[in-house]
C-alpha cells in the first residue's frame, strides 16, 4: 500500500481551530491520522492542480501536463505533510 501524504488531521474536518480532535477530543498535530479521517470539503470540492501540493514541484506526476483544471490520481492537498 502506498504512503498518503494527503491523510493527516491538518486536512480532517474533525480538526478544531485549536488542534483539537472533535473525534477523539485530544489534541492532535499534522502528522497524525486516524481510522475515522474524513477530508475537510473544501478540499473535496476542488481537487485539480492548483489546489495540489505537488504542483509545480519535483513530486509531480505528470509535469508536462499539470496545470489548472487539470487533475491526476496522485492529486494531494495543500498542506498537506510527508
Ligand atoms: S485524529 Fe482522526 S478524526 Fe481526529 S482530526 Fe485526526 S484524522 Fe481527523
Ligand atoms: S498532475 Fe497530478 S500531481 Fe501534478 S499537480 Fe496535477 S494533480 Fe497534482
Known amino acids: 500500500m ?4 494527503g491523510n493527516s ?10 488542534e483539537v480532535c472533535k473525534v477523539h ?8 491520522t ?3 479521517f474524513e477530508m ?8 485539480n492542480c492548483s489546489s495540489c501540493a505537488r504542483f509545480e514541484s519535483s513530486n509531480c506526476a505528470n ?3 499539470a496545470a489548472p483544471g487539470m487533475l491526476c490520481s496522485q492529486w494531494a492537498p495543500q ?3 510527508a
Request: aromatic fraction near 2%.
Open 63 to 65: 509535469p508536462q501536463k
Open 9 to 18: 488531521c491538518v486536512n480532517c474536518q474533525s480538526l478544531t481551530a485549536n
Open 25 to 32: 477530543a485530544v489534541k492532535v498535530s499534522d502528522n497524525y
Open 34 to 36: 486516524c481510522d475515522s
Open 2 to 5: 502506498s504512503i498518503r501524504i
Open 79 to 81: 498542506n498537506a505533510q
Open 40 to 47: 475537510k470539503a473544501s478540499l473535496k470540492n476542488d481537487p
